[in-house]
């Protein structure tokens, strides 16, 4: 862990690159070390057991994704490709690691590399699904924006989250020729709630929504190309006042405890989700800095590392026995802290 934890930073937030974090005491006290300038922007990322690769976004300059490998502590970069769209948000690979799918939030589309399957490398040109509209929201609905794209857990689909049109979208995907398919409504959202993040659970046929605008998360069925809703809860306390917007969303191996990020309220919201697929509020902690962002959960070391983008901060809590967090146990100043990510190879 020492080498390979990171925290991705914006430039226009004095992030100085991909920083390298050290772990520290046992109180979970950690340093930061050197930044790499070579990886700008890296506000999201994804990694390949298969290649021992890393993909990074460049959310702020002309998007691109970058791709490194890790060699004596070192990222070295092996490719560079541009997404086709603007402000690249989100970075997906599907499970047998031949398709990489990225979300330009800006421009609103998707883009779809196939990997070389002996190297890992996106060959372009990309495959390119755009989508048109906006929602209520004029300020943050004004048209598409394209805020996660993932694969289905069979690899049969991928879905496209588009937080400016309230919509998730699908493509088939063939599995012979891996060839994207003609768009399908999954799942039209509630206007103005502004979905963001979708993830899967790792065994019932069920994936959880967070949308942002809205500040909820939705339980939803997998019923072919369809996401049916079964429940919408709120990610903050029934009392709060002031704005606040969702931030990052995931669920632990175990598939019974969910984590959310609350921007504005600047807390971290825990559920039970039970083997029924009910969610349960069980607690909101600090984020203990301004704007909780995105987080990794070290499930080994018991542990959830958070980047605070408001503050530019990063804080650390121990996952206690029954999947409830701890108050902050540590803070560390990290300017323009966006993404933590653990590095492969």
Not at 41 to 70: I, K, M
Request: glycine share 10%.
């Amino acid at each position: 862990m020492t080498m390979r934890f990171r925290v991705g930073t914006y430039a226009n937030g004095g992030g100085a690159g991909l920083c390298t974090v050290h772990p520290g005491t046992d109180d979970g006290g950690w340093s930061l070390g050197k930044a790499d300038s070579g990886v700008p922007n890296a506000s999201f990322a994804t990694c390949s057991a298969r290649h021992a690769l890393n993909y990074f976004v460049d959310e702020q300059q002309a998007g691109a994704v970058g791709v490194y490998r890790l060699k004596a502590g070192r990222l070295v970069q092996l490719a560079r490709v541009a997404t086709q769209g603007a402000d690249p948000c989100y970075i997906a690979l599907n499970h047998d690691e031949s398709l990489l799918a990225v979300a330009n939030y800006g421009s609103g589309s998707i883009a779809v590399f196939e990997l070389d399957p002996v190297t890992g490398l996106p060959t372009e040109p990309p495959a390119l699904r755009t989508n048109h509209g906006s929602g209520p929201v004029s300020d943050r609905q004004e048209e598409p924006h394209a805020h996660c794209a993932c694969f289905s857990p069979d690899d049969r689909r991928l879905y496209h989250v588009d937080l400016g049109t309230d919509e998730i979208l699908v493509y088939p995907i063939d599995p012979a020729t891996r060839s994207i398919g003609e768009r399908e409504v999954a799942f039209a959202a509630p206007p103005g709630s502004g979905p963001r993040h979708l993830v899967f659970h790792p065994v019932l046929p069920l994936a959880l929504l967070a949308s942002e605008l809205a500040s909820t998360l939705t339980v939803l069925q997998i019923v072919g190309n369809r996401l049916v809703p079964r429940q919408t809860i709120s990610t903050l306390p029934s009392d709060v006042a002031g704005k606040s917007i969702c931030g990052h969303l995931s669920i632990n191996a175990a598939g019974d405890r969910a984590y959310v990020t609350n921007r504005g309220h600047d807390s971290v919201a825990v559920f039970a989700w039970n083997e029924a697929g009910i969610l349960m509020l069980l607690q909101h902690v600090t984020s203990g800095g301004a704007s909780p962002r995105a987080f990794v959960l070290l499930e080994d070391e018991r542990q959830m590392l958070l980047a605070n983008e408001g503050d530019g901060t990063m804080t650390s809590f121990t996952v206690q026995g029954d999947g409830l967090l701890s108050p902050p146990i540590a803070r560390l100043l990290v300017p323009g802290a966006a993404f933590p990510f653990v590095l492969t190879g």
